[in-house]
Nanobody, 126 residues
Framework: QVQLVESGGGLVPTGGSLTLSCVAS????????MGWFRQAPGKERLLLAS????????YYSKTVEGRSTISRDNAKNTLYLQLSSLNPDDTAVYYC???????????????????WGQGTRVTVSA
């Protein structure tokens, strides 16, 4: 069992940037491949980016490719997502998720992941 806690959300102006963090406890972050998802009101939860347990593989959805960076610090049991050039369409609750695998970055829907944080809300003002 692993517990995940996101932070770093808030109100951001259009064109701004932010860094989200996700701290894991209960098990080492290195046991898991990790992902960042987001869910806007009335919409499905979508994968934004994922990273393998050792950071050797990453995946970015077209939604954030080129303006985001996923990274992890296993020594600090922390996952990060840097987002830039934010626009109102980025307004959503952002979640980190974990799946216990020593394989590559896990690409797929929410069902591919076993553990979830409670989410952090990001609001981008027009």
């Amino acid at each position: 069992q692993v517990q995940l806690v996101e932070s770093g959300g808030g109100l951001v102006p259009t064109g701004g940037s932010l860094t989200l963090s996700c701290v894991a406890s209960g098990r080492p972050l290195s046991d898991f491949s990790m992902g960042w998802f987001r869910q806007a009101p009335g919409k499905e939860r979508l994968l934004l980016a994922s990273i393998s347990w050792n950071s050797h593989n990453t995946y970015y959805s077209k939604t954030v490719e080129g303006r985001s960076t996923i990274s992890r610090d296993n020594a600090k049991n922390t996952l990060y997502l840097q987002l830039s050039s934010l626009n109102p369409d980025d307004t959503a609750v952002y979640y980190c998720a974990a799946v216990p695998t020593q394989g590559g970055a896990v690409v797929g829907g929410p069902r591919e992941y076993d553990y979830w944080g409670q989410g952090t809300r990001v609001t981008v003002s027009a």
